[in-house]
């Protein structure tokens, strides 16, 4: 009974953290909207949406903190909750992304001059929250190769942001350079938001193998997947 009632509240906790996710990968479209001016919402709006965010990390914390104290888990069920922990920590770091993309853009908004968003921009948009919602969907299957698809991903962001900062370099020759620079900060919190993704997936494959390989690229791909 009373591992039933652990795994019980385990899996509402995996649950809580996808709930989670879900509403992190809203803000950050919604940041992105922002930028391209498709959205009437305001930017503070992105501020306090993060802040329910901020309460749901403590949350999910204190209960993931409370489940190590009063059960003890070993092994696979230890790794779980410390991925739990993890996770919980990137995710709210996305969110404060997403509010430096909307900060950016009330930057932009009180300027004189708004340029145009370069298609990067979305599609770095596109491919980070991909990659968030894989990586999550990876975690909940407990699914390690999924999680190193993920990872495969990271590199394409990454050859995004280096054209849209080529790009914006270029129109800064013909534009005002500080809105220029606006765009190139939201490019680069994009690029952040898909490391958080991979950092995500990373902590999928250390749950289920039980390996590290954070900070060790020439691992990425663990041996057997």
């Known amino acids: 009974m009373v591992q039933t009632h652990f795994e019980g509240k385990l899996e509402a906790l995996k649950q809580k953290l996808l709930a989670m996710s879900h509403e992190v990968e809203k803000l950050v479209g919604d940041a992105t909207e922002l930028a391209g001016r498709r959205s009437d919402h305001d930017p503070k709006s992105i501020i306090e949406a993060d802040r329910g965010i901020d309460e749901t990390e403590v949350t999910i914390e204190e209960t993931a903190i409370e489940l190590l104290a009063l059960h003890q888990p070993m092994a696979s069920d230890l790794r779980v909750i410390v991925t739990i922990l993890k996770i919980n920590n990137d995710l ?5 992304h997403a509010v ?7 930057r932009l908004r009180e300027g004189r001059h708004y340029p145009s968003m370069p298609p990067e921009l979305p599609e770095m948009s596109r491919m980070a929250r991909a990659m968030l919602r894989d990586a999550l969907d990876a975690f909940l299957r407990a699914d390690a190769t ?19 900062f080529r790009v914006m370099l270029t129109h800064m020759l013909e534009e ?15 690029e952040r938001i898909a490391d958080l993704a991979t950092n995500v997936a990373e902590d999928v494959i250390y749950m289920v193998r039980g390996q590290t390989i954070r900070h060790a690229r020439g691992l990425r ?3 057997g997947s």
Do not use: K, T, Y
Not at 176 to 190: D, H, K, M, T, Y
């Open 100 to 106: 430096n993309i909307a900060q950016a853009v009330g």
């Open 176 to 190: 005002e350079i500080s809105a220029c620079l606006q765009v190139i900060l939201i490019g680069r919190n994009l």
């Open 92 to 96: 709210e770091r996305i969110g404060d």
């Open 221 to 223: 791909e663990p041996a």
């Open 146 to 164: 999924a999680a190193v698809e993920v990872l495969r991903r990271d590199d394409h962001v990454d050859a995004l942001q280096e054209s849209l």
